[in-house]
């Protein structure tokens, strides 16, 4: 019985690293796609007069990143791992599409050390999220509170254009996608104790990248808004 119960206890060990491993894989290879696509359109001006042209092509680029977020946090359940790896790539494209105005606007230099700070910042948050015993899950209700008023807040903000506002909006924002951090870390730690080889847990591998590139790209936007130096 002791073995048995040993030879379990390892197995569900291996699987939960797997699972957690593969988050992270998928989040690098989402960021990987969207560095490179950012950085390949910003040195094509063709490209950049097309993209970047008018508000209208902003506008639609972003709505279709939050459609795609929405749907695949819909149907994730209900298709199929290879469908499901294939809604993340194209939504980390895309967002590379949206990230491309950062080369433009800012430094290389800028952009490089705020990304590693950025780095630093989320790997912190995700190790406190992993080992706190903390129900941190209690908080969520109050980041999403938060993220809906900071984006009302945002809107109002785009007709006032007050400066202070703005930097405020930032600074709550980089706390809040800490805070999102610890949160999906620890929700992601536990769904990998209990994580096989199914496709069930393969997909929620995929979700769970999903859910900490954005609060990556949260943080990293964010900070880069508040320190980031501009090009002359």
Do not use: H
């Not at 960021?31 to 209208?56: C, E, H, M, R, V």
């Not at 509170?145 to 400066?163: E, H, P, R, S, Y």
């Amino acid at each position: 019985m002791a073995t048995k119960a040993l030879t379990k206890q390892l197995a569900a060990s291996k699987e939960a690293r797997k699972f957690i491993t593969s988050v992270y894989l998928w989040m690098s290879i989402a960021l990987l796609l969207s560095g490179l696509t950012a950085f390949i359109i910003s040195k094509n001006q063709p490209l950049i007069d097309l993209l970047w042209k008018t508000k209208y092509t902003i506008i639609g680029i972003l709505v279709f990143e939050i459609a795609l977020v929405w749907i695949i946090t819909i149907v994730i359940e209900k298709i199929s791992t290879v469908t499901a790896s294939i809604l993340f790539i194209i939504y980390a494209i895309v967002n590379g599409i949206s990230l491309s105005a950062i080369f433009i606007v800012f430094k290389l230099s800028s952009i490089t050390s705020i990304f590693l700070i950025s780095a630093g910042m989320f790997i912190c948050m995700s190790i406190f999220g992993a080992f706190t015993k903390s129900r941190i899950n209690s908080f969520y209700r109050y980041f999403v509170m938060t993220f809906f008023g900071l984006a009302i807040a945002g809107l109002v903000n785009f007709i006032l254009k007050l400066d202070f506002i703005s930097i405020l909006i930032s600074v709550i924002s980089v706390f809040l996608f800490m805070g999102l951090t610890v949160v999906e870390t620890q929700k992601i730690v536990k769904t990998s104790q209990l994580a096989d080889d199914s496709d069930k847990f393969k997909k929620a591998a995929i979700y769970g990248a999903l859910q900490l590139y954005i609060d990556f790209i949260g943080i990293f936007l964010n900070l880069l808004k508040l320190f980031g130096r501009e090009r002359d």
